[in-house]
């Protein structure tokens, strides 16, 4: 018989599954739970975007793009990254449209990444950026950021984070899960620190639409001297509510591009057909419903976080995503204690902290993705839970 | 209206039982400007009241709701408001609407069962002055009202947990 042990090389065995599909599994055992766990919009995608897909269906559409994605959508991509971080990249060479940001993060990180070399993973972060740098043969290096810090990432933890293998910096910015986001003069600091290196940035801003107060989100690459030395992940799940679609895109520096354009091109050919005409309806012909969502989600966000703020559960106040990330400490739990408990004695689910990095343990990642009446329900159940521990 | 009382209101229409800090809370204002914003849109008759939304056959197995169509002749300067009033006495309606097109008045009822509507058609609004036909439409299923979904759990597609 076929040992498997043997077949499948160690470094992919040792990858721990996420601690995240650990809780669905529990969560779907138990019947009718309330759910404040998804990492994506409750908002259906815009009209527009969905007529475009049925209208280029109809068309019969169905062929391959070019590689790097449709030439309009680029276009449309450059226009949008100029107004929107100001940072100007060519459509042809500069940019490609991607299987989500997902895609995009895989190709930056083996396009850069070989046996050695070290990525630095602020966290709590995302989940796939570690397991995909250990694919890629590199060595993750978590820097702890925390609550004190409004779960920023500070200039000197990422100085003394880096050593002659540091290769990139993953800048998770707005943060899933802590909902954190870095303001301009933060991001000046960080930039200080990388200018001179040879350390690239790969800045995931997929929720870059979602920052709440203040001004609108600032990207690293816009500040000088940073473009050279980024590569901008963004997409359309978030934004635009199309998960489902799987489109997402980098742009960056052209030498970089190249070399993930060909493992893109060797992977997946070129991203789905349909979803970028919807795309290019979203970027152009959206903007109206992207307010729309965009307001209920800080409506939402206040209220989740006086909930619990009220309820004794302290939560710092998050800024962007659609997440908030309260402090269990004081229950004496663990998260993943406190994520189960919950779930078993209210049949509400929401993840433990330690699923994003050990720098998440004592938290949890409560998501704002639900309607207000889902929302308020879980909070009622939630209170509950801490008054009876209280006694 | 102004900007604040516009979001209430918005607010207001998806969900009544918010609280005062709740709704604060979302709109990044103080209790006060909630509680002085509902107080005036109450005066001002645009709030005019606050209640739930039924599902009617889940609250009463047996319970009706009919939708009724009534052809008119409007009276001489008092056109239809005379009728309008007679009809919204009857603590069975539940709305009476004026409609343009081929039927004059609307009227929702709910009964508690098929023959007391239909009992409360033929007895109380046919034989009233002026109706010159009725014509009635009973309801078979809910889907959505006030922009409620009837039976929601199924809706929500997305995974219970992800990343
Ligand atoms: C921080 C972050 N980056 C990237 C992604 C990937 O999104 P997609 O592949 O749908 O564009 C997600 C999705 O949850 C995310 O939360």
């Known amino acids: 018989m076929i040992d498997y042990e043997k077949v499948i090389p160690q470094k992919i065995r040792d990858i721990q599954p996420s601690g995240i599909r650990k809780f669905f599994d529990i969560a779907q055992q138990v019947e009718g739970v309330i759910s404040l766990s998804v990492g994506e919009p409750d908002f259906k995608t815009p009209w527009a975007a969905r007529k475009e897909a049925i209208n280029v269906l109809e068309k019969g559409r169905t062929?391959?793009?070019?590689?790097?994605?449709?030439?309009?959508?680029?276009?449309?991509?450059?226009?949008?990254?100029?107004?929107?971080?100001?940072?100007?990249?060519?459509?042809?060479?500069e940019i490609i449209v991607t299987v989500g940001g997902s895609e995009a993060l895989d190709l930056a990180m083996r396009a850069l990444v070989q046996p050695g070399d070290e990525v630095l993973v602020p966290e709590p972060s995302f989940v796939c950026y570690s397991p995909i740098v250990t694919v890629c043969g590199g060595t993750p290096v978590p820097i702890v950021m925390t609550e004190e810090d409004k779960f920023k990432l500070r200039?000197?933890?990422?100085?003394?984070?880096?050593?002659?293998?540091?290769?990139?910096?993953?800048?998770?910015?707005?943060?899933n899960p802590t909902g954190s986001i870095m303001r301009r003069e933060e991001l000046e600091k960080?930039?200080?620190?990388?200018?001179?290196?040879?350390?690239?940035?790969?800045?995931?801003?997929?929720?870059?639409e979602m920052t709440y107060g203040g001004e609108k989100h600032v990207s690293i690459a816009s500040l000088?001297?940073?473009?050279?030395?980024?590569?901008?992940v963004n997409g359309f799940s978030k934004t635009y509510a199309m998960t489902g679609w799987r489109l997402g895109y980098c742009a960056g520096p052209r030498p970089v591009i190249k070399q993930m354009l060909k493992l893109h091109q060797y992977c997946i050919m070129s991203s789905p057909t349909v979803s970028q005409y919807a795309a290019i309806t979203a970027l152009t012909k959206c903007r109206e419903d992207v307010d729309r969502m965009l307001e209920e989600?800080?409506?939402?966000?206040r209220l989740v976080v006086k909930g619990f703020n009220d309820m004794g559960l302290t939560c710092f106040e998050p800024e962007g995503a659609f997440y908030v990330f309260p402090c269990i400490k004081s229950t004496g739990m663990k998260s993943s204690e406190f994520c189960e408990k919950l779930i078993y004695s209210k049949k509400v689910a929401?993840?433990?902290?330690?699923a994003f990095g050990?720098?998440?343990?004592g938290y949890v990642r409560v998501s704002y993705a639900y309607s207000v009446h889902h929302i308020t329900t879980a909070l009622e159940r939630i209170r509950e839970f801490v008054e009876e521990l209280k006694k | 209206m102004n900007n604040v009382n516009k979001k209430l209101l918005d607010l207001l229409k998806q969900n009544a039982r918010l609280s005062n800090a709740e709704l604060a809370a979302m709109l990044g204002i103080s209790e006060q400007e909630v509680t002085a914003g509902i107080k005036q849109l109450e005066q001002e008759g645009i709030i005019i009241g606050y209640a739930a939304i039924v599902n009617e056959e889940k609250a009463d197995d047996n319970a009706v709701t009919a939708i009724i169509e009534l052809k008119v002749t409007p009276f001489k300067d008092r056109g239809f408001d005379d009728l309008a009033h007679t009809i919204m006495q009857y603590?069975?309606?539940?709305?009476?609407?004026l409609l343009s097109g081929a039927n004059d008045l609307s009227i929702t009822i709910t009964g508690t069962s098929l023959r007391k509507v239909a009992l409360f058609v033929s007895e109380r609004l046919a034989v009233l002055d002026g109706v010159l036909s009725t014509t009635t439409h009973f309801v078979l299923r809910r889907y959505k009202e006030k922009s409620h979904v009837f039976n929601e759990e199924h809706s929500d597609e997305r995974s219970l947990v992800s990343p």
Do not use: C, H, W
Not at chain 1, 190 to 203: H, Y
Not at chain 1, 224 to 232: F, L
Not at chain 1, 358 to 361: I, T
């Open chain 1, 63 to 93: 062929a391959y793009t070019a590689n790097a994605g449709l030439i309009q959508l680029r276009k449309e991509i450059s226009l949008y990254l100029k107004n929107f971080i100001r940072t100007e990249y060519d459509p042809e060479g």
């Open chain 1, 190 to 208: 960080i930039a200080e620190v990388l200018r001179g290196t040879d350390i690239m940035v790969i800045s995931d801003e997929i929720y870059s």
């Open chain 1, 297 to 301: 989600y800080d409506m939402r966000r």
């Open chain 1, 155 to 175: 200039a000197d933890s990422l100085k003394a984070a880096i050593t002659p293998r540091t290769k990139a910096l993953i800048l998770p910015f707005p943060n």
């Open chain 1, 350 to 354: 929401v993840v433990p902290g330690s």
């Open chain 1, 224 to 232: 000088e001297g940073m473009q050279e030395r980024t590569i901008v």
């Open chain 1, 358 to 361: 050990e720098s998440g343990e």
């Open chain 2, 91 to 97: 603590d069975e309606v539940d709305t009476v609407f």
